[in-house]
């Protein structure tokens, strides 16, 4: 039966944590200075601070030659946006900030979407969807679980919302890109799709650790890359959230390393008892 193999002892995933919570207090800090006439640029800058500032380092920042600390996607930019002075935010905006941090060698990964200023109420609604998959696709994970288990619960998680918000309503599952491990790289095996089947995929043991991050659209899946190498866009223009939280599976449950509360406030004490 085929199990992931790379497991982190409980030590390990203590280094992990300092990466998570040093991700938590940039992404915070940057959730803050997201307002109107606020260039990306100076998100980045905040944000290599906050890292730095922490005695960590930038995970993003040269790796595979990416020039910057974040990815900052705008509207219908889905992931890899890259910070610029010439990107500013606007009122109704939404932005997808990711975020990662290695301490003594140990990655930590997180994501947030983010309205600027006043945003439509079908945005916000995007993003909470977003983010309901995300926590449904985390308090799926289980000790002997599999992977795809997660998969199916982002999955259908968002099939409900599509069912509850009508038929006018259109959410995609980007496909192509997912979630994955994480550890002493910022990505490992095994790579985790946001829908599937459940009961498929390598069987989940304690120690496993993923990213997780749904990425989903207000309409097609489409996506294409553009001319920087990085930014991938929806082909038809539609908004995307991307949300994502760096996760341990322990004996007791899934423990959210990105999360400050380890993730007991979305999903109860029983989840994560080591805050």
Request: aromatic share 6%; proline share 5%; with cysteine.
């Given at each position: ?96 900030i990711d975020c990662g941090a290695v301490v003594d ?171």
């Amino acid at each position: 039966m085929e199990q992931i193999e790379s497991l982190k002892t409980s030590a390990q995933l203590e280094s992990m944590r300092q990466a998570g919570l040093v991700v938590a207090r940039t992404l915070q800090t940057v959730r803050e200075m997201v307002t109107p006439r606020v260039s990306t640029a100076e998100l980045d800058e905040a944000a290599y601070s906050c890292i730095v500032g922490a005695g960590a380092k930038p995970s993003f920042l040269g790796y595979y030659d990416y020039p910057a600390t974040l990815c900052t996607s705008i509207n219908h930019e889905i992931v890899h946006g890259i910070p610029s002075h010439n990107r500013i935010l606007c009122d109704g905006d939404i932005v997808s900030i990711d975020c990662g941090a290695v301490v003594d060698g140990w990655h930590g990964d997180s994501a947030i979407t983010v309205g600027v200023g006043r945003i439509d109420p079908e945005l916000q609604r995007l993003i909470d969807v977003c983010t309901d998959a995300m926590w449904a696709g985390i308090a799926a994970a289980r000790v002997g679980g599999r992977l795809f288990d997660i998969s199916n619960a982002i999955e259908r998680t968002v099939a409900a919302a599509k069912s509850k918000d009508g038929r006018h309503a259109r959410y995609g599952i980007v496909r192509g890109y997912g979630g994955h491990g994480i550890g002493t790289a910022l990505h490992e095996d095994p790579y985790l799709p946001n829908y599937g089947k459940p009961g498929r995929g390598p069987v989940l043991r304690a120690g496993t650790v993923l990213a997780i991050e749904p990425m989903i659209t207000t309409g097609s899946s489409a996506t294409r890359e553009l001319a920087d190498g990085w930014t991938v866009v929806t082909k038809d223009r539609s908004p995307a959230a991307h949300v994502e939280h760096t996760f341990a599976l322990t004996e007791d449950g899934p423990w959210v390393l990105t999360a400050p509360d380890g993730g007991r406030e979305r999903f109860g004490e029983v989840a994560s008892s080591r805050a």
